[in-house]
């Protein structure tokens, strides 16, 4: 069972960066490919950004790209640097992670993810 701990949410104004952590607890960090997803209010669960195994792979949703990126290190934690934010980027933030074995097939989908954290609110004010 891999227990995933995020932080780093917060009040921030249109334009501002934030960076999120996920901890994870899992020793055998790296076998696992890691996702964040998002959701706002009223919406459904939507997937944000992908890193795969060992970080050799990236995938964005077409709403962050070039304004957010994902990074792994090797002390269990994964990070969403978000820039240029955005009222509509205003969300409870999950981390995710699902086993190393199936590529990165399906990596945009929330049922193809095995663990996640309990989010960290992102509010942006206009």
């Known amino acids: 069972q891999v227990q995933l701990v995020e932080s780093g949410g917060g009040l921030v104004h249109t334009g501002d960066s934030l960076t999120l952590s996920c901890a994870a607890s899992?020793?055998?960090?790296?076998?696992?490919?890691m996702g964040w997803f998002r959701r706002a209010p009223g919406k459904d669960r939507e997937f944000v950004a992908y890193?795969?195994?060992?970080?050799?792979?990236t995938y964005f949703a077409d709403s962050v790209k070039g304004r957010f990126g994902i990074s792994r290190d090797y002390a269990k934690n994964t990070y969403l640097e978000m820039h240029s934010l955005k009222p509509e980027d205003a969300a409870v933030y999950y981390c995710?992670?699902?086993?190393?074995?199936?590529?990165?097939?399906?990596?945009?989908?929330?049922?193809?993810?095995?663990?996640w954290g309990q989010g960290t609110q992102v509010t942006v004010s206009s």
């Open positions: 899992e020793r055998t960090f790296l076998n696992y490919a």
């Open positions: 890193i795969g195994p060992n970080g050799g792979s």
């Open positions: 995710a992670a699902r086993g190393a074995g199936r590529g990165d097939s399906g990596y945009w989908s929330r049922e193809e993810y095995d663990f």
